[in-house]
């Protein structure tokens, strides 16, 4: 089995700006925790970050202005900072595979099992999950490292990618004791 952490959308206007919700920083701990980890044990990191184009990206029709290219919006929290050897694919999209250079990636780096952490457990984590699912990927989902912007429907989120994907539902703690 050969692992790669995947952080989506841990980015300034999901967290601190325009479609900030009062509970999605509160998994920034266990997010930070899992990179710390992910980079102790040498596994891939790769963040996935939302990334539109002002006024035509179709998505911006749902939810308004957000994480437009080139804005503060639109860039990693500070708390998760990327460092030089790890990965950052852009997308317009929900999911991180759709028109983006992931898979690619996943197959040069040899990878097979994906830990997505991050946003939001019923969108980008849900669609992300389904074409991983849909390549073949194994999936694991740390619980308490990903959220809804209704945190009440982070359980069923989580039930629905266990049953429909496979998805291997843990903790944060699991995970890094597992290796
Ligand atoms: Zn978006």
């Not at 930070?32 to 035509?56: G, M, N, Q, T, V």
């Not at 050897?85 to 994906?114: A, C, H, M, P």
Request: glycine share 6%; net charge neutral; aromatic share 10%.
């Amino acid at each position: 089995m050969r692992k790669a952490l995947l952080i989506i959308d841990m980015l300034n206007d999901f967290i601190y700006g325009s479609l900030a919700s009062p509970t999605n920083k509160e998994i920034i701990p266990n997010v930070k925790k899992l990179l710390l980890w992910a980079r102790k044990i040498k596994i891939p990191i790769i963040y996935i970050c939302d990334s539109h184009y002002p006024e035509i990206d179709w998505e911006l029709k749902i939810w308004g202005p957000h994480a437009i290219i080139g804005t503060k919006g639109a860039e990693i929290i500070d708390e998760l900072k990327p460092e030089p050897n790890e990965y950052i694919v852009r997308k317009r999209r929900y999911s991180g595979f759709f028109q983006t250079d992931l898979g690619i990636l996943l197959r040069e780096l040899s990878v097979d099992t994906l830990i997505l952490t991050g946003l939001d457990t019923s969108i980008c984590i849900r669609h992300t999950a389904a074409d991983a699912f849909f390549r073949g990927y194994k999936l694991i989902i740390p619980r308490d490292a990903v959220i809804t912007f209704n945190p009440k429907d982070n359980e069923e989120a989580l039930k629905y990618l266990n049953k429909v994907y496979g998805a291997e539902i843990k903790t944060t703690d699991e995970i890094i004791r597992e290796g």
